[in-house]
């Protein structure tokens, strides 16, 4: 199994795995054409894309959804409510024979994967992540999450690779020029993992299995990736995980072997 960081930050966010063969790519905040570059700049093959798979409706997940529909024939995944919310933010539907309808907490068989979707507490209509496994590796896609729930960690055990929200730093956040307004939101129980809830939320889930850790959403204004890999490697000291870091505009790819 194969993992890239497309994009992954406030102004778009996109993620793929691979086995070689079909491709199943999270969110499409970037441009169509933006998708199909990076994924032949790491050796992906964009003719590979079967599906995308949406977390929520916010413009940096799904921006490049209607040239999506109107350019490829992917399938597309997504709960009702989410695909209720991103019809009426492009302005354009998704027809019923491109949707596979998700529900949170039920597993889907894709391909011969078993994708996952579960709920997180997110300023959207059914916001979710992704645990998502095939050829006996285990991986997430967890971000836009407010705080670390019981449920979230849950499904967060024995992974092989991890792509976990470190958003902001809270004094940095606090301290910026972010209107008031804005800062409220992202603080909130439904906005954004801050590096100290990301080390929470990780110090519960980090288990022997862990090959990979990718920190991913960080704020180019509210945080530095020094600062996410400090409160991650508090939590990593004395393992063997591998900690990266995705970029805004560098994608980065990664592969997972089997447990």
Known sequence: MHYAALASGSKGNCHALSDGERTLLID????????????????????????LALT?????HIGALGVILRR?????????????????????????????????????????WRVLPFALPHDAADPVAY???????????VTDLGHPTALVADHLQELDLL????????DMLREGDYP??????????????SNASMAELLARVCSPRLKRLVLAHLS?????PDLARFAAEEVLRGTTVALHVAHQREPLALSTASH
Request: glycine residues 6%; contains cysteine; aromatic residues 4%.
């Open 180 to 193: 008031p307004q804005l800062k409220a939101r992202i603080l909130s129980r439904v906005g954004h993992l």
């Open 131 to 141: 645990r998502v496994e095939a050829d006996g590796c285990a991986c997430a896609v």
């Open 220 to 224: 180019e204004s509210n945080n530095h």
């Open 163 to 170: 792509v976990l929200e470190a958003n902001h730093d809270v």
């Open 28 to 51: 499409a905040g970037i441009s169509l054409r933006q998708i199909r570059q990076r994924l032949e700049a790491l050796a992906f093959d964009p003719a590979g894309v079967q599906a």
């Open 72 to 112: 490829t024939d992917w399938a597309i995944l997504a709960t009702a409510d989410t695909r209720k919310a991103a019809e009426k933010a492009q302005g354009e539907p998704i027809p019923n024979h491109r949707w596979v309808e998700l529900k949170a907490g039920q597993a889907l068989d894709w391909q011969g």
């Open 56 to 60: 929520h409706e916010h413009s940096d």
